[in-house]
């Protein structure tokens, strides 16, 4: 288990890597292979992917996964890597403000120093927000939990204004004001990288915003001049790692060939990053 000292410096490392213009670039992990790939490659920080971490364990994404299967799964990834962690706990994979303070007692346990909670009300209906009150007292919770622990955790809040078809920039701003007044640190504004929309989200928000980018997306430059202070891309990368999965397989299985498997990394290479003494 990590230290409090430990957790300490790495929360206080990771809040300081959120800078407006100069973005943390967070290529999201879903499992201990894939954390340690982005460590090697340079990754400032690690961050989950919610979707991915819950399709690695055989669930769907969306509030299905149990708690007890996502800290387990943090507390692999964050035991691998020497950089900070940061877990996507969804809405917080509980039903009430005390459970969300549990949440993120068990994430400190874990050896992660950052969260995402998400304000989506799944099961409610068709881009169904939590009211903005109720989401507010869940950032509280999780805000006292880490404070009362010690540790400066990096609290995150997703707002899915944009992602959910909910509302757009006055809404997604008004909710942001009403988060960052609980105790966030941050706000995510999935769903959207219009240009225009990142720079009014960026100057009417006062805390770093995080963008999630992908295809089509403009280049991570162009989104730090806008003004964005963490750029992630969600399961974008999981996603891409079983389309290959898939092509490979049915390329197997139809034309008998191996063409997809070109690219694969080295086995030695995998074998030695996995094999590295922490």
């Not at 055989?58 to 149990?66: F, M, Q, T, V, W």
């Not at 919770?141 to 009362?148: K, L, Q, S, Y």
């Not at 720079?199 to 963008?211: S, T, W, Y």
């Not at 999965?245 to 030695?272: F, I, P």
Request: glycine share 10%.
């Amino acid at each position: 288990m990590t230290n409090q000292n430990t957790l300490r410096d790495r929360a206080q490392a990771f809040r300081a890597l959120h800078v407006p213009g100069r973005p943390l670039v967070l290529p999201n992990a879903w499992d201990t292979v894939s954390a340690c790939l982005v460590e090697d490659a340079g990754a400032a920080a690690v961050a989950t992917t919610s979707a991915g971490l819950a399709w690695e364990l055989g669930a769907p994404d969306g509030d299905r996964l149990e708690r007890d299967a996502a800290m387990e799964a943090v507390a692999r990834i964050a035991a691998a890597v020497d950089v900070p962690v940061s877990a996507d706990i969804e809405s917080g994979y509980a039903q009430d403000p005390a459970g969300v303070a549990d949440t993120v007692r068990a994430v400190l346990a874990a050896g992660a120093v950052g969260v995402n909670i998400e304000d989506a009300l799944y099961g409610a209906g068709e881009g169904s927000l939590r009211p903005v009150a109720e989401q507010a007292e869940r950032i509280a919770a999780a805000r006292e939990a880490a404070d009362t622990a010690g540790v400066p955790l990096y609290v995150n809040a997703r707002i899915d204004t944009f992602l959910r078809g909910a509302g757009g920039v006055d809404l997604t701003l008004e909710r942001a004001a009403a988060f960052l007044a609980a105790g966030a640190d941050g706000i995510f504004v999935p769903g959207t990288v219009e240009p225009e929309t990142v720079k009014l989200l960026a100057d009417g928000i006062d805390a770093p915003l995080n963008v999630m980018a992908g295809p089509g997306a403009p280049p991570v430059p162009e989104l730090a001049a806008l003004g964005a202070a963490r750029v992630s891309v969600g399961s974008g990368i999981t996603q891409a790692a079983h389309a290959l999965v898939r092509r490979a397989t049915r390329e197997l299985l139809t034309a008998g060939t191996y063409d997809s498997l070109t690219d694969g990394l080295d086995y030695g290479e995998l074998n030695e990053l996995l094999g590295r003494t922490r």
